[in-house]
C-alpha cells in the first residue's frame, strides 16, 4: 500500500474491470497523475476503442462496492503550450455503428486498424497496411490555440503559425510518453483566428470505473445509449448501462482543483481515474469538443462506508456556485431568523450546497436522472428536490446531448443522514 500512487499508464480507450488496477493507495492518500488529451487525439486514432485516454484506474485501499470515494481536486496544471479543437463530422465507411468506438478501414476490411502519420492536415492519418485515409473524423469548423506561459489566456493562430506547430505536433501539445493518440495539432485548423479566451482547467472525466468493458467516453448516460443495439463487443442493455456505469465522464466546468467529486464504487477498490482535461468551457460543451490539453494532476482520495451512490455528488468552489446555492451570510440568517420569529416559526432551517449529476440519452432525461438521483440519496420525494432546485439552486448543462447537473441548498439533517456532512462542512467551512 501507498500513500502516494504515480500514474502514467493510460487505457486504450476502453474501461475493463478484468484488467489489474494500479496501487493500491491507502485511504487519505493521493494520485499523482500525467494525462493525455482527450477527444480529438483520439477521434483520429483508429486504434483506440474509445475517444479518450484516460488514466489507467488506482486501487484504494477500503473501498467496497456500495461505498462511495471523496476525490478532492488538489491541482490542475496544463503542460500543453498549443492545442487543437473544433466541430466534428464522422466519415461514412470509416466506423461500425458508432463512430466514437469501431473505426474501420473499408479498403483492408478490418477494425481498429493500425495506422501511421505522413504529412499534417486532415488526411495525414493513413491505414498502415493500404495507406488509405484511414480518420473515422473530419474537423468541421476548427482552431489552433497557444497558450501563454502562465497557463492563463490562449489565442488562435493563423495559418503559417498552425502548420509550424503541426510539423512538431507531439512536442507543443504534450503528449505524454505512454499516449498512443496521434496529436490533433497535426490537424492545424485555422478557421477562427485571433480569439483570446481565458484559461481555467478542469477534469473532463473523474471518477471510480465501471463494473463491465465499455468505451470510457461511454461511461454515461447519454454516450452508453449508443451502445444498445449494436453489433460490436462493447453493446450493452439499456439496464446494463444503468446498472454498471459511473457517469465519470461529466465535461462538467466546475470539476476544477479546489472542488470535491463523490463517485460510487461499483468494483471493489473503486478504480480511481482522470482524464480529459479541459483548458477552459462555459455552461455546456455545447461544440462537442473544447479544448483537450495534455495535464498534471493531483487527487486525494478518502473512502466513504455506505453510500450506495449511483451516480456522482459534486462539491464546487464556492465562487462557482448558483447564486441561488451559495451558503446563507451570518447577515442573511439573521434576517431569516428575525423574519421566522415574526411568524411564529420556532426555527428556520440548516442547510449546504450539493450538486447532482445525471446523465441520459437527451437534456431532458439527464434533468430528470439528477432529481432522482438526488431524492432516492436524500430520502425525499423527486418533488421536493424539484422545489428546493428551483428556489435555492439551479439546473445546468455539462454537456450535450445528455449530461446536467442540479444543485440546491440541501438540509443539514438529510445530509448527516446520508453520510456526507463531514465532506460538505469541510467543503463549505460550515460551523
Known sequence: MKCTVFVHELTDGSHDPRRPMLG???????????????????????????????????????AEVGDGIAI???????????????????VEGKFVDDPYVVSYCEHCDISYPESIVEGIGDEAIKCKQCGKDVATFKMVHGYT??????????????????????????????????????????????????????V???????????????????????????LEGVSHEYALTAEQLKEHKTDAHMDLSRVRAGAVVIAPVKVPGGGVFVGDVHAMQGDGEIAGHTTDVSALVVLKVKVIKGL???????????????????PFTKEE??????????????????????????TGANLNLAIGNALERAAKFLDVTVDEIKNRATITGSVEIARAPGSAVVTFLAPVSLLKKAGIYEVVKEQYTLE
Open 145 to 198: 490555440m497557444a497558450f501563454d506561459e502562465s497557463s492563463s489566456v490562449g489565442v488562435t493562430l493563423h495559418k503559417e503559425a498552425a502548420e509550424k506547430v503541426a510539423k512538431d505536433a507531439r512536442k507543443y501539445i504534450a503528449l505524454p510518453p505512454t499516449s498512443v493518440q496521434h496529436p490533433a495539432t497535426l490537424l492545424a485548423p485555422t478557421d477562427m483566428v485571433g480569439t483570446i479566451a481565458r
Open 308 to 326: 450506495h451512490l449511483d451516480g456522482p455528488i459534486v462539491l464546487p468552489l464556492e465562487e462557482d456556485l448558483p447564486h441561488l446555492a451559495k
Open 333 to 358: 440568517l439573521l434576517k431569516a431568523k428575525h423574519l421566522a420569529e415574526q411568524w411564529g416559526l420556532p426555527e428556520v432551517e440548516e442547510s449546504a450546497p450539493v450538486s447532482f449529476i445525471g
Open 24 to 62: 493500491p493507495v491507502e485511504d487519505g492518500g493521493y494520485i499523482i497523475a500525467n494525462t493525455s488529451p482527450g477527444c480529438w487525439g483520439p477521434m483520429i486514432t483508429p486504434e483506440l476503442k474509445g475517444r479518450n485516454e484516460v488514466t489507467v484506474p488506482v486501487y484504494v485501499a477500503g
Open 200 to 226: 481555467r482547467p478542469f477534469l473532463g472525466q473523474c471518477g471510480t470505473a465501471p463494473s463491465i468493458a465499455m468505451p470510457d467516453t461511454h461511461n454515461s448516460g447519454d454516450f452508453g445509449s449508443f
Open 72 to 90: 478532492y481536486i488538489k491541482s490542475i496544471q496544463v503542460t500543453s503550450s498549443v492545442i487543437v479543437s473544433g466541430t466534428d463530422s464522422a
